[in-house]
């Protein structure tokens, strides 16, 4: 979750360590340093809060002759979020610094080994037991390279770890353990980073490093160790299609808010490549999974908004494709021993492709001889690298630590999913008219989006007093309402649930009252009678209701409600892809309303890469 960079170069190290770390903000963080050599000494500057700290500290801090160093923002998960406790870390004596993603589980231990032999400690994290480690093993190893590779031998846990020494002027070291970590190569120059954003606008061509592998880097020179025996390790440049133009707000107040506005594009990207025309009429074209077999179940895994994109494919995937379907929060899935038969088929969702708990679950699944599919948004991620097959959303950078535009090309790559199945199970029987509906989407939510973002920033204004949300839906609108609760939550820090409509009456109605608002999912489908029976009941409890609903035939549906919202008429799939940037707009609305941080709100992150 937290932001790493690291360069050596030719460049003045430091304003570019800023900017990477600028360009990584989005992944929340609560502290931030950096560490450059100054000659032969090695400099540490940090502050606790925004990077607008740090920078006031380094400006009365000569740093421009630097040439090597890295950078850091924390998201506190050992130790408080207070200076002593941001990275960089020293080793004793101060002569080694890294900076650290992830969890060292077995810290303690290492720090009481290191207490009695006389090691002193500043500040409550694991990281600064890792840098004490590595210069405690450089007393006996041959080099700097060895003693860190010691040391990483002997840490337990997940870790992306980069390493700045005097010792070795000009030298970055880096290391991954189920914690993303990869390196930019440009001309003379050689960044390292948690996440391509951090050094786009200087290079686009990428180094994956894999679990258990070492980066030596120095100057425009890269090499790659195995962390077991330090042999040589042979590896690949990627060019990354990304650009900084992609990265950049467009105008748009926020990133959220531009990604939102983005979903038409990125519907039309996703769709890109996976639809043919015949003589028979348009097919769904999925070639990554043409040599899979059609799975007798499929057990889907998620966490978060992920999850929820799950849930919504899970009814098409057994309707439209014909597949048996679970459904599994990938932190539950992990640890509940499921029972997984060799032919059995995994789907993990995942944005980043570096969540913790998918990516643990993924690993399971392989380890019970079942075949992965991986569905992701990041080339080169950990579950892009080991699920057995990944269908990329192709959504390009999401910025905003809220995810919006994912949650759409996830949605629009399931529906794919089902046609193909049903595709393969019974060729006579694919629905046309859902696929036909699907393409036809981009231009109907371009057409759409203008209006329903005056309508959701007018709700905002009424409805931002509230402490409190019902969301209400049947069917795959269970799933939306489940994510307009997590979006209002996310970013207002107001209190949603997301319920079955048909579950009220099973507890929660007893909430309703004129200061608990309830958004219903009503839209035109065959359980709208359903809902609108769910609506009447709230009425009649004084309960205030905006009901998001569709045209028919021109008219919308005959509702009392305090606020309708009309969508324009679709096919009952593609209304979801109306409705979820609805959910979205209004979300992002009541909470720039109420002066929120909406690119960064508080206590989260992008991507959750510890359990």
Same mark, same amino acid.
């Given at each position: 979750?937290?932001?790493?960079?690291?360069?050596?170069?030719?460049?003045?190290?430091?304003?570019?360590?800023?900017?990477?770390?600028?360009?990584?903000?989005?992944?929340?963080?609560?502290?931030?340093?950096?560490?450059?050599?100054?000659?032969?000494?090695?400099?540490?500057?940090?502050?606790?809060?925004?990077?607008?700290?740090?920078?006031?500290?380094?400006?009365?801090?000569?740093?421009?002759?630097?040439?090597?160093?890295?950078?850091?923002?924390?998201?506190?998960?050992?130790?408080?979020?207070?200076?002593?406790?941001?990275?960089?870390?020293?080793?004793?004596?101060?002569?080694?610094?890294?900076?650290?993603?992830?969890?060292?589980?077995?810290?303690?231990?290492?720090?009481?080994?290191?207490?009695?032999?006389?090691?002193?400690?500043?500040?409550?994290?694991?990281?600064?037991?890792?840098?004490?480690?590595?210069?405690?093993?450089?007393?006996?190893?041959?080099?700097?390279?060895?003693?860190?590779?010691?040391?990483?031998?002997?840490?337990?846990?997940?870790?992306?770890?980069?390493?700045?020494?005097?010792?070795?002027?000009?030298?970055?070291?880096?290391?991954?353990?189920?914690?993303?970590?990869?390196?930019?190569?440009?001309?003379?120059?050689?960044?390292?980073?948690?996440?391509?954003?951090?050094?786009?606008?200087?290079?686009?061509?990428?180094?994956?490093?894999?679990?258990?592998?070492?980066?030596?880097?120095?100057?425009?020179?890269?090499?790659?160790?195995?962390?077991?025996?330090?042999?040589?390790?042979?590896?690949?440049?990627?060019?990354?299609?990304?650009?900084?133009?992609?990265?950049?707000?467009?105008?748009?107040?926020?990133?959220?808010?531009?990604?939102?506005?983005?979903?038409?594009?990125?519907?039309?990207?996703?769709?890109?490549?996976?639809?043919?025309?015949?003589?028979?009429?348009?097919?769904?074209?999925?070639?990554?999974?043409?040599?899979?077999?059609?799975?007798?179940?499929?057990?889907?895994?998620?966490?978060?908004?992920?999850?929820?994109?799950?849930?919504?494919?899970?009814?098409?995937?057994?309707?439209?494709?014909?597949?048996?379907?679970?459904?599994?929060?990938?932190?539950?899935?992990?640890?509940?021993?499921?029972?997984?038969?060799?032919?059995?088929?995994?789907?993990?969702?995942?944005?980043?492709?570096?969540?913790?708990?998918?990516?643990?679950?993924?690993?399971?699944?392989?380890?019970?001889?079942?075949?992965?599919?991986?569905?992701?948004?990041?080339?080169?991620?950990?579950?892009?690298?080991?699920?057995?097959?990944?269908?990329?959303?192709?959504?390009?950078?999401?910025?905003?630590?809220?995810?919006?535009?994912?949650?759409?090309?996830?949605?629009?790559?399931?529906?794919?999913?089902?046609?193909?199945?049903?595709?393969?199970?019974?060729?006579?029987?694919?629905?046309?008219?859902?696929?036909?509906?699907?393409?036809?989407?981009?231009?109907?939510?371009?057409?759409?989006?203008?209006?329903?973002?005056?309508?959701?920033?007018?709700?905002?204004?009424?409805?931002?007093?509230?402490?409190?949300?019902?969301?209400?839906?049947?069917?795959?609108?269970? =799933? #939306? $309402? *489940?994510?307009? !609760? +997590?979006?209002? &939550?996310?970013? /207002?820090? @107001?209190?949603?649930?997301?319920?079955?409509? %048909?579950?009220?009456?099973?507890?929660?109605?007893?909430?309703?009252?004129?200061?608990?608002?309830?958004? =219903? #999912? $009503? *839209?035109?489908? !065959? +359980?709208?009678? &359903?809902?609108? /029976?769910? @609506?009447?009941?709230?009425?009649?409890?004084? %309960?205030?209701?905006?009901?998001?609903?569709?045209?028919?035939?021109?008219?919308?549906?005959?509702?009392?409600?305090?606020?309708?919202?009309?969508?324009?008429?679709?096919?009952?799939?593609?209304?979801?892809?109306?409705?979820?940037?609805?959910?979205?707009?209004?979300?992002?609305?009541?909470?720039?309303?109420?002066?929120?941080?909406?690119?960064?709100?508080?206590?989260?992150?992008?991507?959750?890469?510890?359990?």
């Amino acid at each position: 979750m937290c932001g790493i960079i690291g360069y050596s170069g030719h460049r003045p190290a430091v304003p570019l360590l800023l900017e990477g770390l600028h360009r990584l903000e989005y992944r929340g963080y609560d502290s931030a340093g950096v560490a450059f050599e100054q000659g032969a000494h090695l400099q540490v500057v940090k502050a606790a809060g925004k990077l607008a700290a740090l920078e006031e500290k380094l400006e009365k801090v000569p740093c421009m002759l630097a040439t090597a160093g890295i950078g850091h923002t924390r998201w506190a998960t050992h130790g408080l979020p207070v200076e002593r406790n941001a990275h960089p870390h020293l080793s004793q004596g101060g002569g080694i610094a890294i900076i650290h993603n992830g969890i060292i589980e077995n810290f303690q231990e290492l720090k009481d080994e290191l207490l009695a032999r006389g090691h002193t400690f500043l500040s409550d994290t694991d990281t600064e037991v890792l840098a004490h480690l590595i210069g405690e093993e450089r007393r006996m190893a041959d080099n700097l390279g060895d003693a860190f590779a010691r040391a990483l031998r002997r840490a337990h846990g997940a870790y992306a770890v980069v390493m700045l020494a005097p010792e070795e002027l000009g030298v970055i070291y880096a290391a991954r353990m189920a914690a993303p970590l990869l390196m930019g190569v440009g001309t003379g120059e050689v960044f390292v980073a948690s996440d391509i954003p951090a050094f786009l606008p200087y290079t686009r061509e990428v180094v994956f490093l894999e679990d258990g592998e070492i980066a030596r880097i120095e100057g425009g020179r890269w090499s790659v160790f195995s962390l077991a025996d330090l042999s040589p390790v042979e590896k690949t440049v990627s060019h990354v299609p990304w650009d900084m133009q992609a990265a950049a707000k467009d105008g748009y107040r926020h990133f959220m808010l531009k990604e939102i506005m983005e979903q038409p594009r990125v519907i039309q990207d996703c769709l890109s490549g996976r639809i043919t025309e015949s003589a028979s009429g348009h097919r769904v074209c999925l070639r990554e999974l043409d040599g899979l077999p059609v799975p007798e179940r499929l057990h889907i895994v998620a966490c978060g908004t992920s999850y929820n994109a799950g849930l919504w494919g899970r009814q098409l995937l057994e309707h439209t494709g014909g597949i048996p379907t679970d459904l599994d929060i990938a932190s539950e899935f992990r640890y509940r021993d499921p029972l997984l038969r060799p032919q059995d088929m995994v789907l993990v969702i995942s944005q980043s492709g570096e969540t913790a708990d998918t990516l643990a679950a993924l690993r399971l699944a392989r380890e019970k001889g079942c075949k992965v599919i991986g569905l992701c948004n990041v080339l080169g991620s950990s579950i892009a690298r080991e699920a057995d097959v990944v269908l990329y959303t192709q959504a390009g950078p999401e910025i905003s630590v809220a995810s919006t535009k994912a949650m759409c090309s996830q949605m629009t790559l399931l529906a794919l999913i089902a046609l193909y199945y049903g595709q393969r199970r019974q060729p006579a029987c694919a629905d046309p008219e859902l696929l036909e509906a699907i393409m036809g989407l981009p231009v109907l939510l371009a057409g759409a989006l203008p209006a329903m973002r005056q309508k959701a920033e007018a709700l905002a204004v009424r409805f931002s007093s509230a402490r409190s949300f019902f969301y209400l839906g049947r069917g795959q609108y269970y =799933a #939306l $309402a *489940l994510e307009g !609760a +997590l979006k209002l &939550k996310e970013l /207002s820090y @107001i209190h949603a649930e997301g319920y079955a409509s %048909g579950e009220m009456k099973h507890g929660p109605i007893a909430l309703i009252d004129p200061a608990f608002p309830t958004f =219903a #999912l $009503a *839209l035109d489908n !065959a +359980l709208f009678p &359903k809902v609108k /029976s769910n @609506i009447q009941e709230v009425l009649a409890r004084q %309960g205030r209701v905006i009901a998001l609903v569709q045209e028919r035939d021109g008219k919308a549906p005959d509702l009392e409600v305090e606020e309708m919202w009309v969508l324009p008429e679709a096919h009952p799939v593609a209304a979801s892809f109306l409705a979820l940037p609805a959910l979205q707009l209004f979300s992002y609305h009541v909470a720039d309303y109420l002066g929120k941080d909406v690119d960064q709100p508080r206590n989260l992150a992008k991507s959750v890469t510890v359990e």
